[in-house]
């Protein structure tokens, strides 16, 4: 699929990322990124993406080129990755405490993260103030890990709120 019909499809709400995402058998992340890195970024204000690269615009590149063939993500992290994207699901009286106890048990990308290092993205450096009971449990995790940990928490909880794509 070139990008031109890609982008538009996206603008016009014809596909979202999630399909692009099982089309390509890549997370949601991963044609973000591709996306971004081909030199658009999202405006949320017109739920559009604007092309802001410093080269010609690359809408007739073909979008799957971009995706590699040997970098797919394993099933069950792009399983994980995906519920990260996923709405906030409420427990309602119809639900047993077996359906909370596997809802609790769902590896989520939070979860990957503790237990294998990734890439790291261009990071702005920023201070906060963290209460006690939050801080205990960023300290829990070894240092080269507490911004990942922070930036994944804080992505789960802006895509449940729906601020995040």
Request: aromatic share 8%.
């Amino acid at each position: 699929m070139l990008v031109k019909k890609m982008l538009n499809g996206i603008m016009m709400k014809e596909i979202t990322i999630k399909e692009l995402a099982d089309q390509y058998d890549v997370s949601t992340r991963t044609i973000q990124s591709k996306i971004k890195k081909l030199g658009y970024e999202w405006d949320s204000k017109e739920s559009i993406y604007r092309y802001v690269g410093e080269e010609s615009e690359p809408l007739d590149v073909d979008f799957s080129t971009l995706i590699s063939k040997n970098n797919k993500m394993p099933a069950k992290q792009k399983l994980a990755t995906n519920e990260v994207a996923a709405s906030v699901s409420y427990l309602n009286e119809s639900e047993s405490s077996n359906d909370l106890f596997e809802k609790a048990s769902t590896v989520d990308a939070i979860d990957l993260l503790l237990q294998s290092p990734k890439d790291r993205s261009k990071r702005v450096y920023r201070g906060f103030y963290f209460d006690d009971d939050v801080l205990s449990i960023i300290d829990r995790v070894p240092k080269s890990y507490k911004s990942e940990l922070v930036n994944e928490a804080l992505r789960k909880v802006f895509k449940e709120k729906g601020l995040l794509d």
